[in-house]
């Protein structure tokens, strides 16, 4: 792609202000994971090696242009701090100055024209987070005024938010007709790994894809059948093609007004698809007496499919040990209660072994990511991708608002 990444920029001395993706799940106010955080440090540590006054925006939740203190990025630039091993400020501290061994939280408005935001007293490696971008009604709604009040915080943006670039934003896509623009280190990280499946995987190819929204992935389905050799289903989009095969499904999780999309993608690669042959079930109280595994042609009209069964563990985990290259997005069934969590564990597991040597692994999707972390697989992955539904997006071949504004 013709992007301008990070390192081909002029940056010593400049004010970089950087688009990033915090959008970190939150549990009674505080931060309950870091891997978005983690996923910045990178471009954040290599432009204060640049001597860069650093300007960092990003959004959490969905507050819809108001402002929301449940929402507030506070924990986000608290856990940031630590991170980067920065002491922690608000603009409110009556700090001299942003010196560079803080990192400043800027909670203030910044659309007020006496905002208390002191640009000019940066200095060279500070660090400096913005309140929520959400907060601001102009950022979903691309606000060309929006943007530019952004753009004159700083000389020059960064976009490292790959997750979010799939969004026509004023912080994604606005901005850069205001500022000279690059991609980040990971974003740059995101099209290299993805542009690599798309582009020349080495066979075999196999995908392993799950979640419940086949509506959500029908494009990336169509686009890397073209491409791999194999798909690996489970999860709804499993339930629904089953079902569209004229098997019962019970009351089993599908997307509805599903059942004629998933009849074509049947009929157009029903050699690349390979769908369960058994299944784990339960009533719906999910009570341990009602668990059972069974063929997927002994499900019974009451029951729920919870996970895939044993035999199909075992046929998946066959294909996963043959690829050369494999991408996964979307768990196997409902990984997250106990024992529903067995078939998304031991094929994160198979994936994590053959990974980094004999197979090029992308794994991508927030549960995705957090089922490969859970089986402790994360070290082994040879690239976790911050995005999910940006991915897919990729994936399918469509062009992505952000990264089109780059170029």
Excluded at 57 to 78: F, N, V
């Amino acid at each position: 792609m013709a992007i301008k990444y990070l390192k081909s920029a002029a940056l010593a001395g400049k004010a970089v202000l950087v688009r990033v993706d915090v959008n970190e799940p939150l549990e009674g106010g505080r931060l309950a994971d870091d891997f978005r955080l983690r996923a910045i440090l990178p471009t954040v540590n290599f432009l204060r090696q640049q001597n860069c006054r650093i300007i960092l925006c990003g959004h959490l939740g969905r507050p819809e242009g108001k402002w929301d203190k449940h929402l507030s990025l506070r924990p986000i630039a608290e856990r940031l701090s630590e991170l980067l091993e920065l002491k922690f400020a608000e603009t409110e501290d009556e700090l001299p100055s942003y010196p560079a061994d803080h990192l400043i939280f800027y909670s203030g408005d910044i659309e007020q024209p006496r905002a208390g935001l002191r640009l000019d007293e940066l200095q060279p490696r500070s660090v400096l987070l913005l309140e929520n971008l959400r907060f601001y009604k102009g950022e979903e709604a691309d606000n060309a005024v929006f943007a530019k009040r952004l753009a004159g915080l700083a000389d020059l943006y960064v976009n490292d938010a790959f997750a979010v670039s799939h969004r026509a934003e004023a912080s994604v896509v606005a901005v850069t007709k205001y500022l000279p623009s690059y991609g980040g280190l990971l974003l740059e990280k995101e099209i290299q790994n993805l542009g690599y499946v798309l582009n020349k995987p080495k066979s075999p190819f196999i995908v392993m894809m799950g979640g419940i929204k086949i509506s959500d992935k029908e494009k990336t389905l169509h686009n890397l059948a073209e491409r791999a050799d194999k798909i690996l289903l489970g999860g709804g989009l499993a339930n629904i093609l089953l079902e569209a095969q004229g098997l019962e499904i019970g009351e089993s999780l599908v997307e509805g007004e599903s059942k004629k999309l998933a009849a074509q993608l049947l009929h157009n690669y029903k050699d690349k698809f390979v769908l369960p042959k058994d299944v784990v079930l339960a009533n719906k109280e999910m009570a341990k007496s009602s668990i059972r595994s069974a063929p997927v042609y002994d499900v019974r009209p009451k029951e729920i499919i919870c996970d895939i069964g044993p035999q199909t563990i075992l046929e998946y985990a066959r294909f996963l040990k043959t690829a050369k290259t494999i991408v996964w997005n979307g768990p196997l069934g409902h990984f997250e209660m106990k024992p529903f969590h067995t078939g998304t564990a031991a094929l994160a597991r198979v994936i994590g072994g053959v990974s980094q040597g004999k197979a090029f692994s992308v794994v991508g999707g927030g549960e995705t990511v957090d089922a490969v972390r859970q089986a402790h697989q994360q070290d082994y992955i040879d690239h976790l991708s911050t995005g999910g539904g940006a991915m897919l997006e990729f994936l399918a071949g469509d062009k992505l608002p952000g990264l089109e504004a780059l170029k």
